[in-house]
Nanobody, 117 residues
Framework: QVQLVESGGGLVQAGGSLRLSCAAS????????MGWYRQAPGRQRELVAT???????NLAYSVKGRFTISRDNAKNTVYLQMSSLKVEDTAVYYC???????????WGQGTQVTVSS
């Protein structure tokens, strides 16, 4: 019922910035949670950031102070602004959508972020 399309990934130098977008469509309803996971080769998938429909946010300790999650409800889009990027941030980033405040119900296709030294 919900489709998520991600964009904004790419190659960036360490210390640089990148903004990911996740556009949602379908039967989203008013109360929901969206966010981002990331997964690097050979590593477990890691929850990076979440944001509720009310604007409450949570960030992983590893990205706190460098990443910002936000949403534009008029555009049905969630953003992940990544600054001061590190090589360790290299991963495939997956957007997700959850009805209410539960676990992920829908996933984006993933977008590659590569940070070079």
């Amino acid at each position: 019922q919900v489709q998520l399309v991600e964009s904004g990934g790419g190659l960036v130098q360490a210390g640089g910035s990148l903004r990911l977008s996740c556009a949602a469509s379908g039967s989203m309803f008013s109360r929901n949670t969206m966010g981002w996971y990331r997964q690097a080769p050979g590593r477990q998938r890691e929850l990076v950031a979440t944001i509720s429909s009310g604007g409450r946010t949570n960030l992983a300790y590893s990205v706190k102070g460098r990443f910002t999650i936000s949403r534009d409800n008029a555009k049905n889009t969630v953003y992940l602004q990544m600054s001061s990027l590190k090589v360790e941030d290299t991963a495939v980033y997956y957007c997700y959508f959850s009805h209410g405040f539960g676990g992920p119900d829908y996933w984006g296709q993933g977008t590659q972020v590569t940070v070079s030294s």
